[in-house]
Each structure stands twice: as structure tokens, then as C-alpha cells.
């Protein structure tokens, strides 16, 4: 298929989540996975060189388009409303969620000092973490961990493309 | 020292947690060497603080300040023959603990926030388009007794056919409010019909109703319905 880069380009623009390489495999269906995979390389690299405004992200186990990090205010400017960021006890919340999952709530009001009910909701209301389970002890509490829009949001391949606690700590340094 | 030369700048901290470790930083001194009675002191002094400006003191920080009085005074107290036997524990070591964890947690909601953040500092496409092409149907958010109502007619169409079967499946509800959130993540709406009816047999039916009702209750997901006995439309709740 010589237009494969393009089909595949387009079917990434039109999606509005991550679009898997299994789903771009079900729609060319003779197309072999290695060249979907090579087209989507050859298409990632094209952008980065380009060095525009969009670029296409490996995002979530799947791929997006997005801006750029040097014209993120621009955007934000014509979006008219200042995009409200997670506030630091929220961050502090979904950090002991992403590093400790699948964990329950006790376990991070233990790490944080302080109750969790309202950061957890707003949290699971983002859709950022969601239950993954219920703990078979006592009282059977929930069990939370991170969601595929986290990833999305972060902007991260797989949950090991979280930077390790340590490089954290020597960046804070 | 008096009490005017501290900042009170209590909206900042995040915790009981992050007010010591601010004093710790404030002081410089070292978090594995804590002198505890001045920190205990300049604890106080925030609390006494937060107390006058009647602010919502929440009960965490009054939970730490009694730990650490009691740090404080079992530090004073000569150490006896038994605690001696028992290797000498520095009273500080459990909080010093919980301090560098928090710490370390801290640091990493810190850097999670320097990432460039989809919606904040990179964007995606807008699909301004896809809110147009939904249907102009008015729908109005049902309630546990119309879940009911449906399964119950759901139940019935499915009848009594698996009376005999000797069920092996191992299942859990918390699968199946995996399995459900998987798919509607997926394709993004589901009918309550469409839920129900691949289940097959009777148990899975009710783990599905059961994970359906559980999320519901949590507003992890949302069920509608444009017309009485309609279609119920099932979606996550996100916003």
C-alpha cells in the first residue's frame, strides 16, 4: 500500500483518544504489523524533524497528536480559560497512587498524614485513577491504581515510563 | 523566639507532615538528628496559631503534636535496663520514618507537575465536531430502581436454562467492574441491555447487575434514559 502513511496519519488525526496499533491493524486488515509500525516510526520521525507545532506522541499504548511544549501558552491564550492544574495535595494523592498501586486508601492517608476523601474523589472524578478492586481483609476496602487517561495526561507510554522516585529526588536537588 | 517571626503562611502546607518537614527545612537541621524539642516548640506555635485564626484545625495535626510530646518526653525519661535489652530504639526513628517517605512522595507530585501536562502545557486535538453529531435527546440520569426494574426483565428473559449446570467459573465482582470500566473506556457508551445480555448465565448476570449498582454508587459510571422502559445508556462518569 504506497498511501499507507497517509491512511494512517489521518486515522490518528481524527481520533480522539490514543489510537492503538492494533486498532490501525484492524482497519488496514492485509497490512503486515511491522510496516504499520515502521509507517507510524517513519511518521513520528517526520514530525520531530519538521519541528512544528504538532507532534506525534507515543502516548498510553497508543498515539496522538499534540502540540508542542514551546507554543503551550499560545494554545492556552485562544483556549480562553486558564486550564486549572491539579492542586499539590491532589498530586501529592495520585504520586502515592501511581508508585504504590494497587493500593488502598489507609495506605496512602498513611504516606500523606491526612485524609484523602476529597483529593480521591476529584481524582476518580478525572478519571485519572479508578478501583481496580476490592482487598480481601476485613471491611473488603477498595484497591486504587492509575488509569490509561493518566497516562494520557502525563504523557507517558506505560506505567514504566514513570520517571523511579530517585531521579524525582535528584531532579528536586 | 518570639511569635512574630514566623510567616504564618498555613494554606501552604499540605499536612501535619509538611509543616514539620518545612520547621526541619526552616532550621536547617537534620532530618536523622531532630532536635524535638524545638520543633516541638515551633509545632505548637503553628497550631497555637491556626487556633487563633480559627482556622479548621483538622485533627491530624493535633494527632501529630502529641506524638511528638511523646517523643519529646520518652526522650528525657533515662533509658531503663529492658529498653536497653531491647537494642536502644531512638524514639524519633518511627517518625523520622513516615517523614522521609512523605518526603519522597512529595517530591515526586512535585516532579509529576513538571511534565508537560495534556490540557496545561501540550494540547491535544479538540473534537469540537463530536458534540454535534450526538443525538438531541434529552436524557435524564435513572436511578437504582429503574436498574432494578430492567434487570429484573432482563433476568426473566434468560430464564431458568442453566438450572443444572455445575458452575466452575471463578468470577469476582471486582473483575467484573474491571471488565465493565474496560469496556466503556473502550467504546465510550453502552446499553444496560448490551451489558447484560453476553453474560449467558445467571451468576454472571447478577456479578454484572451487582458491579453495575457498585458503580453506580461510587459515580464512577453514569446510567440515563430518555423515556421510560427506553434503552438505558450506560457511560463513565468522568467529566
Not at chain 1, 497508543?62 to 486558564?82: H, N, P
Not at chain 1, 481524582?123 to 476485613?138: F, M, S, T
Request: charged content about 30%.
Amino acid at each position: 500500500m504506497d498511501n499507507l502513511k497517509a491512511i494512517i496519519e489521518a486515522l490518528i488525526f481524527v481520533s480522539d483518544v490514543p489510537v492503538t496499533s492494533s486498532r490501525i491493524e484492524g482497519v488496514l486488515e492485509d497490512v503486515k504489523e511491522k510496516e504499520i509500525s515502521f509507517a507510524i516510526n517513519d511518521l513520528i520521525r517526520e514530525y520531530e524533524e519538521r519541528s512544528g507545532g504538532i507532534f506525534l506522541k507515543e502516548v498510553a499504548g497508543g498515539y496522538q497528536f499534540r502540540t508542542g511544549e514551546a507554543v503551550g501558552s499560545w494554545v492556552q491564550k485562544l483556549k480562553g480559560q486558564k486550564q486549572a492544574s491539579l492542586s499539590p495535595a491532589a498530586m501529592e494523592t495520585l504520586a502515592v497512587v501511581a508508585y504504590r498501586q494497587p493500593v488502598m486508601r489507609s495506605e496512602v492517608e498513611k504516606v500523606r498524614g491526612v485524609d484523602i476523601s476529597g483529593t480521591l474523589r476529584g481524582l476518580l472524578e478525572k478519571n485519572l485513577i479508578r478501583i481496580v478492586g476490592r482487598k480481601d481483609v476485613p471491611g473488603r476496602p477498595m484497591i486504587y491504581g492509575t488509569t490509561g487517561k493518566f497516562l494520557e495526561t502525563f504523557g507517558l507510554k506505560t506505567l514504566s515510563d514513570l520517571p523511579t522516585l530517585r531521579e524525582f529526588k535528584e531532579l528536586g536537588e | 523566639m518570639t511569635a512574630g517571626a514566623y510567616e504564618i503562611k498555613l494554606d501552604i502546607f499540605e499536612g501535619p507532615l509538611d509543616l514539620l518537614l518545612y520547621l526541619i527545612r526552616k532550621n536547617e537541621v537534620d532530618i536523622y538528628d531532630i532536635p524535638i524539642a524545638l520543633i516541638t516548640r515551633q509545632y505548637m506555635k503553628y497550631i497555637e496559631a491556626m487556633k487563633s485564626l480559627n482556622l479548621d484545625l483538622a485533627g491530624e495535626y493535633l494527632v501529630l503534636a502529641a506524638t511528638l510530646t511523646h517523643i519529646k518526653s520518652r526522650m528525657l525519661l533515662p533509658v531503663s535496663e529492658e529498653d536497653e535489652k531491647e537494642g536502644d530504639v531512638d524514639p524519633r526513628e518511627e517518625l523520622v520514618k513516615q517523614l522521609l517517605e512523605y518526603k519522597t512522595f512529595k517530591e515526586a507530585a512535585l516532579g509529576l507537575d513538571r511534565m508537560n501536562i495534556l490540557g496545561r502545557d501540550v494540547f491535544g486535538r479538540d473534537h469540537a465536531g463530536e458534540e454535534l453529531e450526538k443525538e438531541e435527546q434529552t436524557l435524564r440520569e435513572i436511578g437504582i430502581f429503574e436498574l432494578v426494574e430492567a434487570f429484573r426483565r432482563i433476568s426473566l428473559d434468560i430464564g431458568q436454562k442453566d438450572l443444572m449446570e455445575i458452575d466452575a467459573e471463578k468470577m469476582s465482582l471486582s473483575d467484573r467492574i474491571n471488565d465493565i470500566v474496560d469496556e466503556l473506556e473502550r467504546r465510550g457508551e453502552l446499553t444496560f441491555t448490551d451489558l447484560l445480555e453476553d453474560t449467558g448465565n445467571r451468576k454472571r448476570l447478577i456479578y454484572t447487575f451487582l458491579a453495575i449498582l457498585e458503580l453506580v454508587k461510587l459515580r464512577i459510571i453514569k446510567a440515563y434514559q430518555a423515556i421510560p422502559y427506553g434503552t438505558i445508556r450506560i457511560c463513565l462518569a468522568r467529566k
